[in-house]
């Protein structure tokens, strides 16, 4: 590849716009451009990127036994009717008529095309277990599409589909799916944890896990005990629990305390000089439209999914300022478990255990001192309904639990019978009998990858790629195009590297040094060479771009260390 013929339009500046570090260097990189929110073109030396990604995800699922298709994008609605996730998909999907009023939708995900598909082309357990995969095109009109590529809403997905025929072979693929991504992410560089995950209300017995690379940018918090045996997301995080022996002190009655605008849980504190764990915190959600109030100490947050979970719910949402004067009689701030009527009252087992404490009282600008659990209040619900905290001790025993952020990469999932029953993929058992297919779905964000790779290997001058994916290994940089000695030795270089099979990126344009490693160390390939001065000598300087130092050597030496790296 020659520098001057190719588009890699690299900025100094990236635009205001872009917020993560990620996003503005591959701007800047001339890797991608936006063509709308959430929408991007890969330019040539992304699309190298993005392609040895894919030939990697491509390797080790084919590897793993599962075999490649393509599906289209368009999806008639019916299918999503057949599903039941048509209406229930919301805004997130994209919608559209063809000329003749029928209604299609680009597809999020894939369950319903494949189930559709085995429904119809499966039919005998001798074709069982069998897992289909694809590297596609998906459209979700994300409510924030940001970060550049790591939250599109036309994006590249690998999503496999595992059909088998009991969940013990569902396990074993399971298994194999979970151990190919585990070599992904370490092929593609990434630092990475595989956490448990919540499979939801739906998800019934379904296990699940995401691939969470860490970085700081990303939006989900995962949850890892001191030693990593216990590593989750923080929907799932539970902690270490022991009922606490009962002390049975005596308790004054109810006290209602004037607390006029007092009704954070900081003010409260201060106004009552206490620790926020000896406050009891209820928050008004409605689940499915149902009113729900949860309490929590004053210290901790609710955990909506373990909530939603409890109820067998399908949406929560934060109760509004209306709805929570509705419900409890008062304005925001002074909810509080004891009298509270015609709302489901889930108690979160750290409140259960507390002697007593300081709670809203339904009435605006008053708490109530001495508030017992069991005795002024009884939840429906006593159980788990906060979330980790640092610190908090591990569920398998294994030291503390440490917070990390993590973006989602890739995600596991054992559906079960969920959209083969719906969708009729069943097929004839030994014995003849009709049997419904047990399934599993895989997804690895392809395009995030890009992203998530880059916020975890840059520095100040630009991205650090790693060998596996870089879009070439080395840059062959002549500082003068105009030195024919300096050109010559650089060619001669480039066409060594091109014909060992090691991709080589040539920058023949007619520019000033300085602004060749500058855009060399944006672009960030793992190798450079420079042929300068001593090109009359053979000789060049070679750098890692991840290290230091520049070292002297011999054009020979160079090709050396990046054709054979053990000799160099
Ligand atoms: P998220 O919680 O980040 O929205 P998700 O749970 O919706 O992800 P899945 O439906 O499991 O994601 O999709 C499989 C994979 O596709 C994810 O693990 C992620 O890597 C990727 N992915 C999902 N949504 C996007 C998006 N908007 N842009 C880029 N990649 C995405
Ligand atoms: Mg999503």
Redesign the pocket.
């Known amino acids: 590849m020659k520098q001057s013929q190719l588009l890699i339009p690299t900025l100094r500046e990236a635009p205001a716009d872009a917020e993560a570090a990620s996003h503005k260097l591959m701007l800047r990189a001339g890797l991608i451009r936006q063509l709308a929110s959430g929408v991007y073109t890969y330019l040539p030396l992304g699309f190298r990127v993005l392609r040895k990604v894919q030939e990697i995800v491509r390797q080790e699922m084919d590897r793993a036994g599962a075999q490649e298709l393509l599906m289209p994008a368009m999806q008639p609605a019916e299918l999503w009717r057949e599903s039941g996730r048509y209406e229930v998909y919301g805004p997130e999907l994209i919608r559209l008529k063809d000329r003749h009023d029928r209604e299609f939708a680009l597809g999020p995900?894939h369950e319903e095309v494949i189930t559709s598909l085995v429904a119809g082309e499966v039919s005998s357990y001798r074709q069982l277990p069998m897992t289909l995969y694809q590297i596609q095109t998906k459209y979700?009109d994300?409510r924030r599409p940001r970060f550049g590529?790591?939250?599109?809403r036309e994006?590249l997905?690998k999503d496999a589909y595992s059909f088998g025929r009991s969940w013990e072979e569902l396990d074993e693929t399971y298994r194999a799916m979970y151990d190919a991504y585990t070599r992904i992410f370490t092929r593609v560089g990434l630092n990475f944890r595989a956490v448990q995950a919540d499979a939801g209300a739906i998800g019934g017995e379904g296990e699940t896990h995401e691939f969470m690379a860490l970085a700081e940018i990303g939006?989900d918090t995962i949850v890892v005990s001191e030693n990593g045996t216990y590593a989750a997301n923080l929907e799932k995080a539970e902690m270490f629990w022991e009922e606490p022996t009962a002390a049975d002190s005596d308790i004054p009655a109810m006290n209602r305390v004037h607390t006029p605008g007092v009704h954070t849980i900081e003010q409260l504190r201060v106004h009552f000089s206490i620790e926020a764990s000896a406050l009891i915190k209820t928050l008004l959600y409605l689940v499915d439209d149902r009113p729900v109030a949860v309490a929590v100490r004053g210290d901790r947050e609710v955990n909506e999914t373990k909530v939603l979970n409890a109820l067998g719910g399908e949406r929560i949402e934060l109760a509004d300022a209306a709805a929570v004067e509705r419900l409890t009689g008062a304005a925001v701030g002074f909810a509080g478990p004891a009298g509270l009527a015609g709302v489901t009252l889930l108690v979160d087992r750290e409140v259960q255990a507390m002697p007593a404490g300081i709670a809203g009282a339904n009435e605006t600008d008053y708490h109530m001192e001495n508030v017992k659990p069991g005795r002024d209040f009884t939840g429906e619900r006593i159980g788990d309904f906060r979330n980790a905290a640092e610190g908090d001790r591990s569920p398998d025993g294994s030291g503390l639990l440490q917070f990390y952020r993590g973006i989602?990469?890739?995600?596991v999932f054992k559906l079960g019978t969920k959209y083969s029953e719906k969708l009729g993929a069943k097929y004839l058992d030994e014995g003849g009998r009709r049997q419904t297919a047990i399934m599993g779905c895989y997804?690895?964000?392809i395009?995030?990858i890009l992203s998530a790779v880059v916020e975890q290997h840059y520095d100040e001058n630009g991205i650090l790629w790693p060998i596996e994916i870089a879009p070439a290994a080395v840059h062959i940089i002549p500082a003068s195009v105009k030195d024919e000695g300096q050109l010559q030795l650089a060619l001669a270089l480039y066409r060594r590297f091109t014909e060992a099979g090691i991709e080589a990126l040539l920058d023949d344009r007619d520019e000033r040094a300085g602004v060749k490693f500058k855009d060399a160390d944006l672009i960030g390939l793992p190798y450079r060479i420079v042929v300068g001065r001593e090109a009359a000598e053979g000789r060049v300087e070679f750098k890692s771009r991840a290290l230091e130092g520049k070292e002297a050597m011999t054009a020979d030496e160079a090709f050396d260390r990046i054709a054979a790296p053990s000799q160099g």
């Open positions: 995900t979700r994300e590529l790591l939250r599109g994006f997905m939006e989602e990469v890739g995600h997804g690895i964000g395009s995030r």
